[in-house]
């Protein structure tokens, strides 16, 4: 059950921060042409997502298995975030960023950690309420 969950916060994160970054950091109107820029923009960046993102959040739950509650929440978000800002400093290290592509990386980063913690939690606590989880 855990990688129905993960495939679907995967999807719906990716979705909800790409449509949320356009709109805010890239001024976009919204009309056809943003629902196919949000779609290519989420399939350029599924490689990060699936290469980075996953391993983090399986990661994060190993972690915080051991805590339950608003505590385990509240140590997954900070998991999530950190990984998410530390992102930049990584690719940094295989590709020459300047500040304002670092800068960008950055919001991306932490816009796409938190949507994915923040999902991960809201179908975690649905699945549990139907015993599924």
């Given at each position: 059950?855990?990688?129905?969950?993960?495939?679907?916060?995967?999807?719906?994160?990716?979705?909800?921060?790409?449509?949320?970054?356009?709109?805010?950091?890239?001024?976009?109107?919204?009309?056809?042409?943003?629902?196919?820029?949000?779609?290519?923009?989420?399939?350029?960046?599924?490689?990060?997502?699936?290469?980075?993102?996953?391993?983090?959040?399986?990661?994060?739950?190993?972690?915080?298995?051991?805590?339950?509650?608003?505590?385990?929440?509240?140590?997954?978000?900070?998991?999530?975030?950190?990984?998410?800002?530390?992102?930049?400093?990584?690719?940094?290290?295989?590709?020459?960023?300047?500040k304002t592509e670092a800068n960008e990386v950055?919001?991306?980063?932490?816009?796409?950690?938190?949507?994915?913690?923040?999902?991960?939690?809201?179908?975690?606590?649905?699945?549990?309420?139907?015993?599924?989880?």
């Amino acid at each position: 059950m855990i990688i129905i969950r993960k495939f679907i916060t995967i999807i719906l994160a990716t979705l909800i921060s790409m449509t949320l970054l356009m709109l805010v950091l890239f001024d976009e109107s919204l009309d056809l042409d943003f629902v196919y820029t949000v779609l290519f923009t989420s399939y350029m960046f599924s490689p990060f997502i699936l290469l980075y993102g996953v391993p983090v959040t399986f990661f994060s739950d190993y972690v915080t298995k051991q805590f339950s509650g608003v505590k385990r929440a509240f140590l997954a978000m900070i998991f999530h975030l950190f990984f998410g800002g530390i992102f930049p400093v990584l690719l940094g290290l295989i590709q020459d960023l300047s500040k304002t592509e670092a800068n960008e990386v950055f919001i991306g980063a932490i816009t796409f950690s938190f949507f994915f913690w923040a999902f991960d939690e809201v179908i975690r606590r649905v699945l549990s309420t139907f015993h599924y989880y």
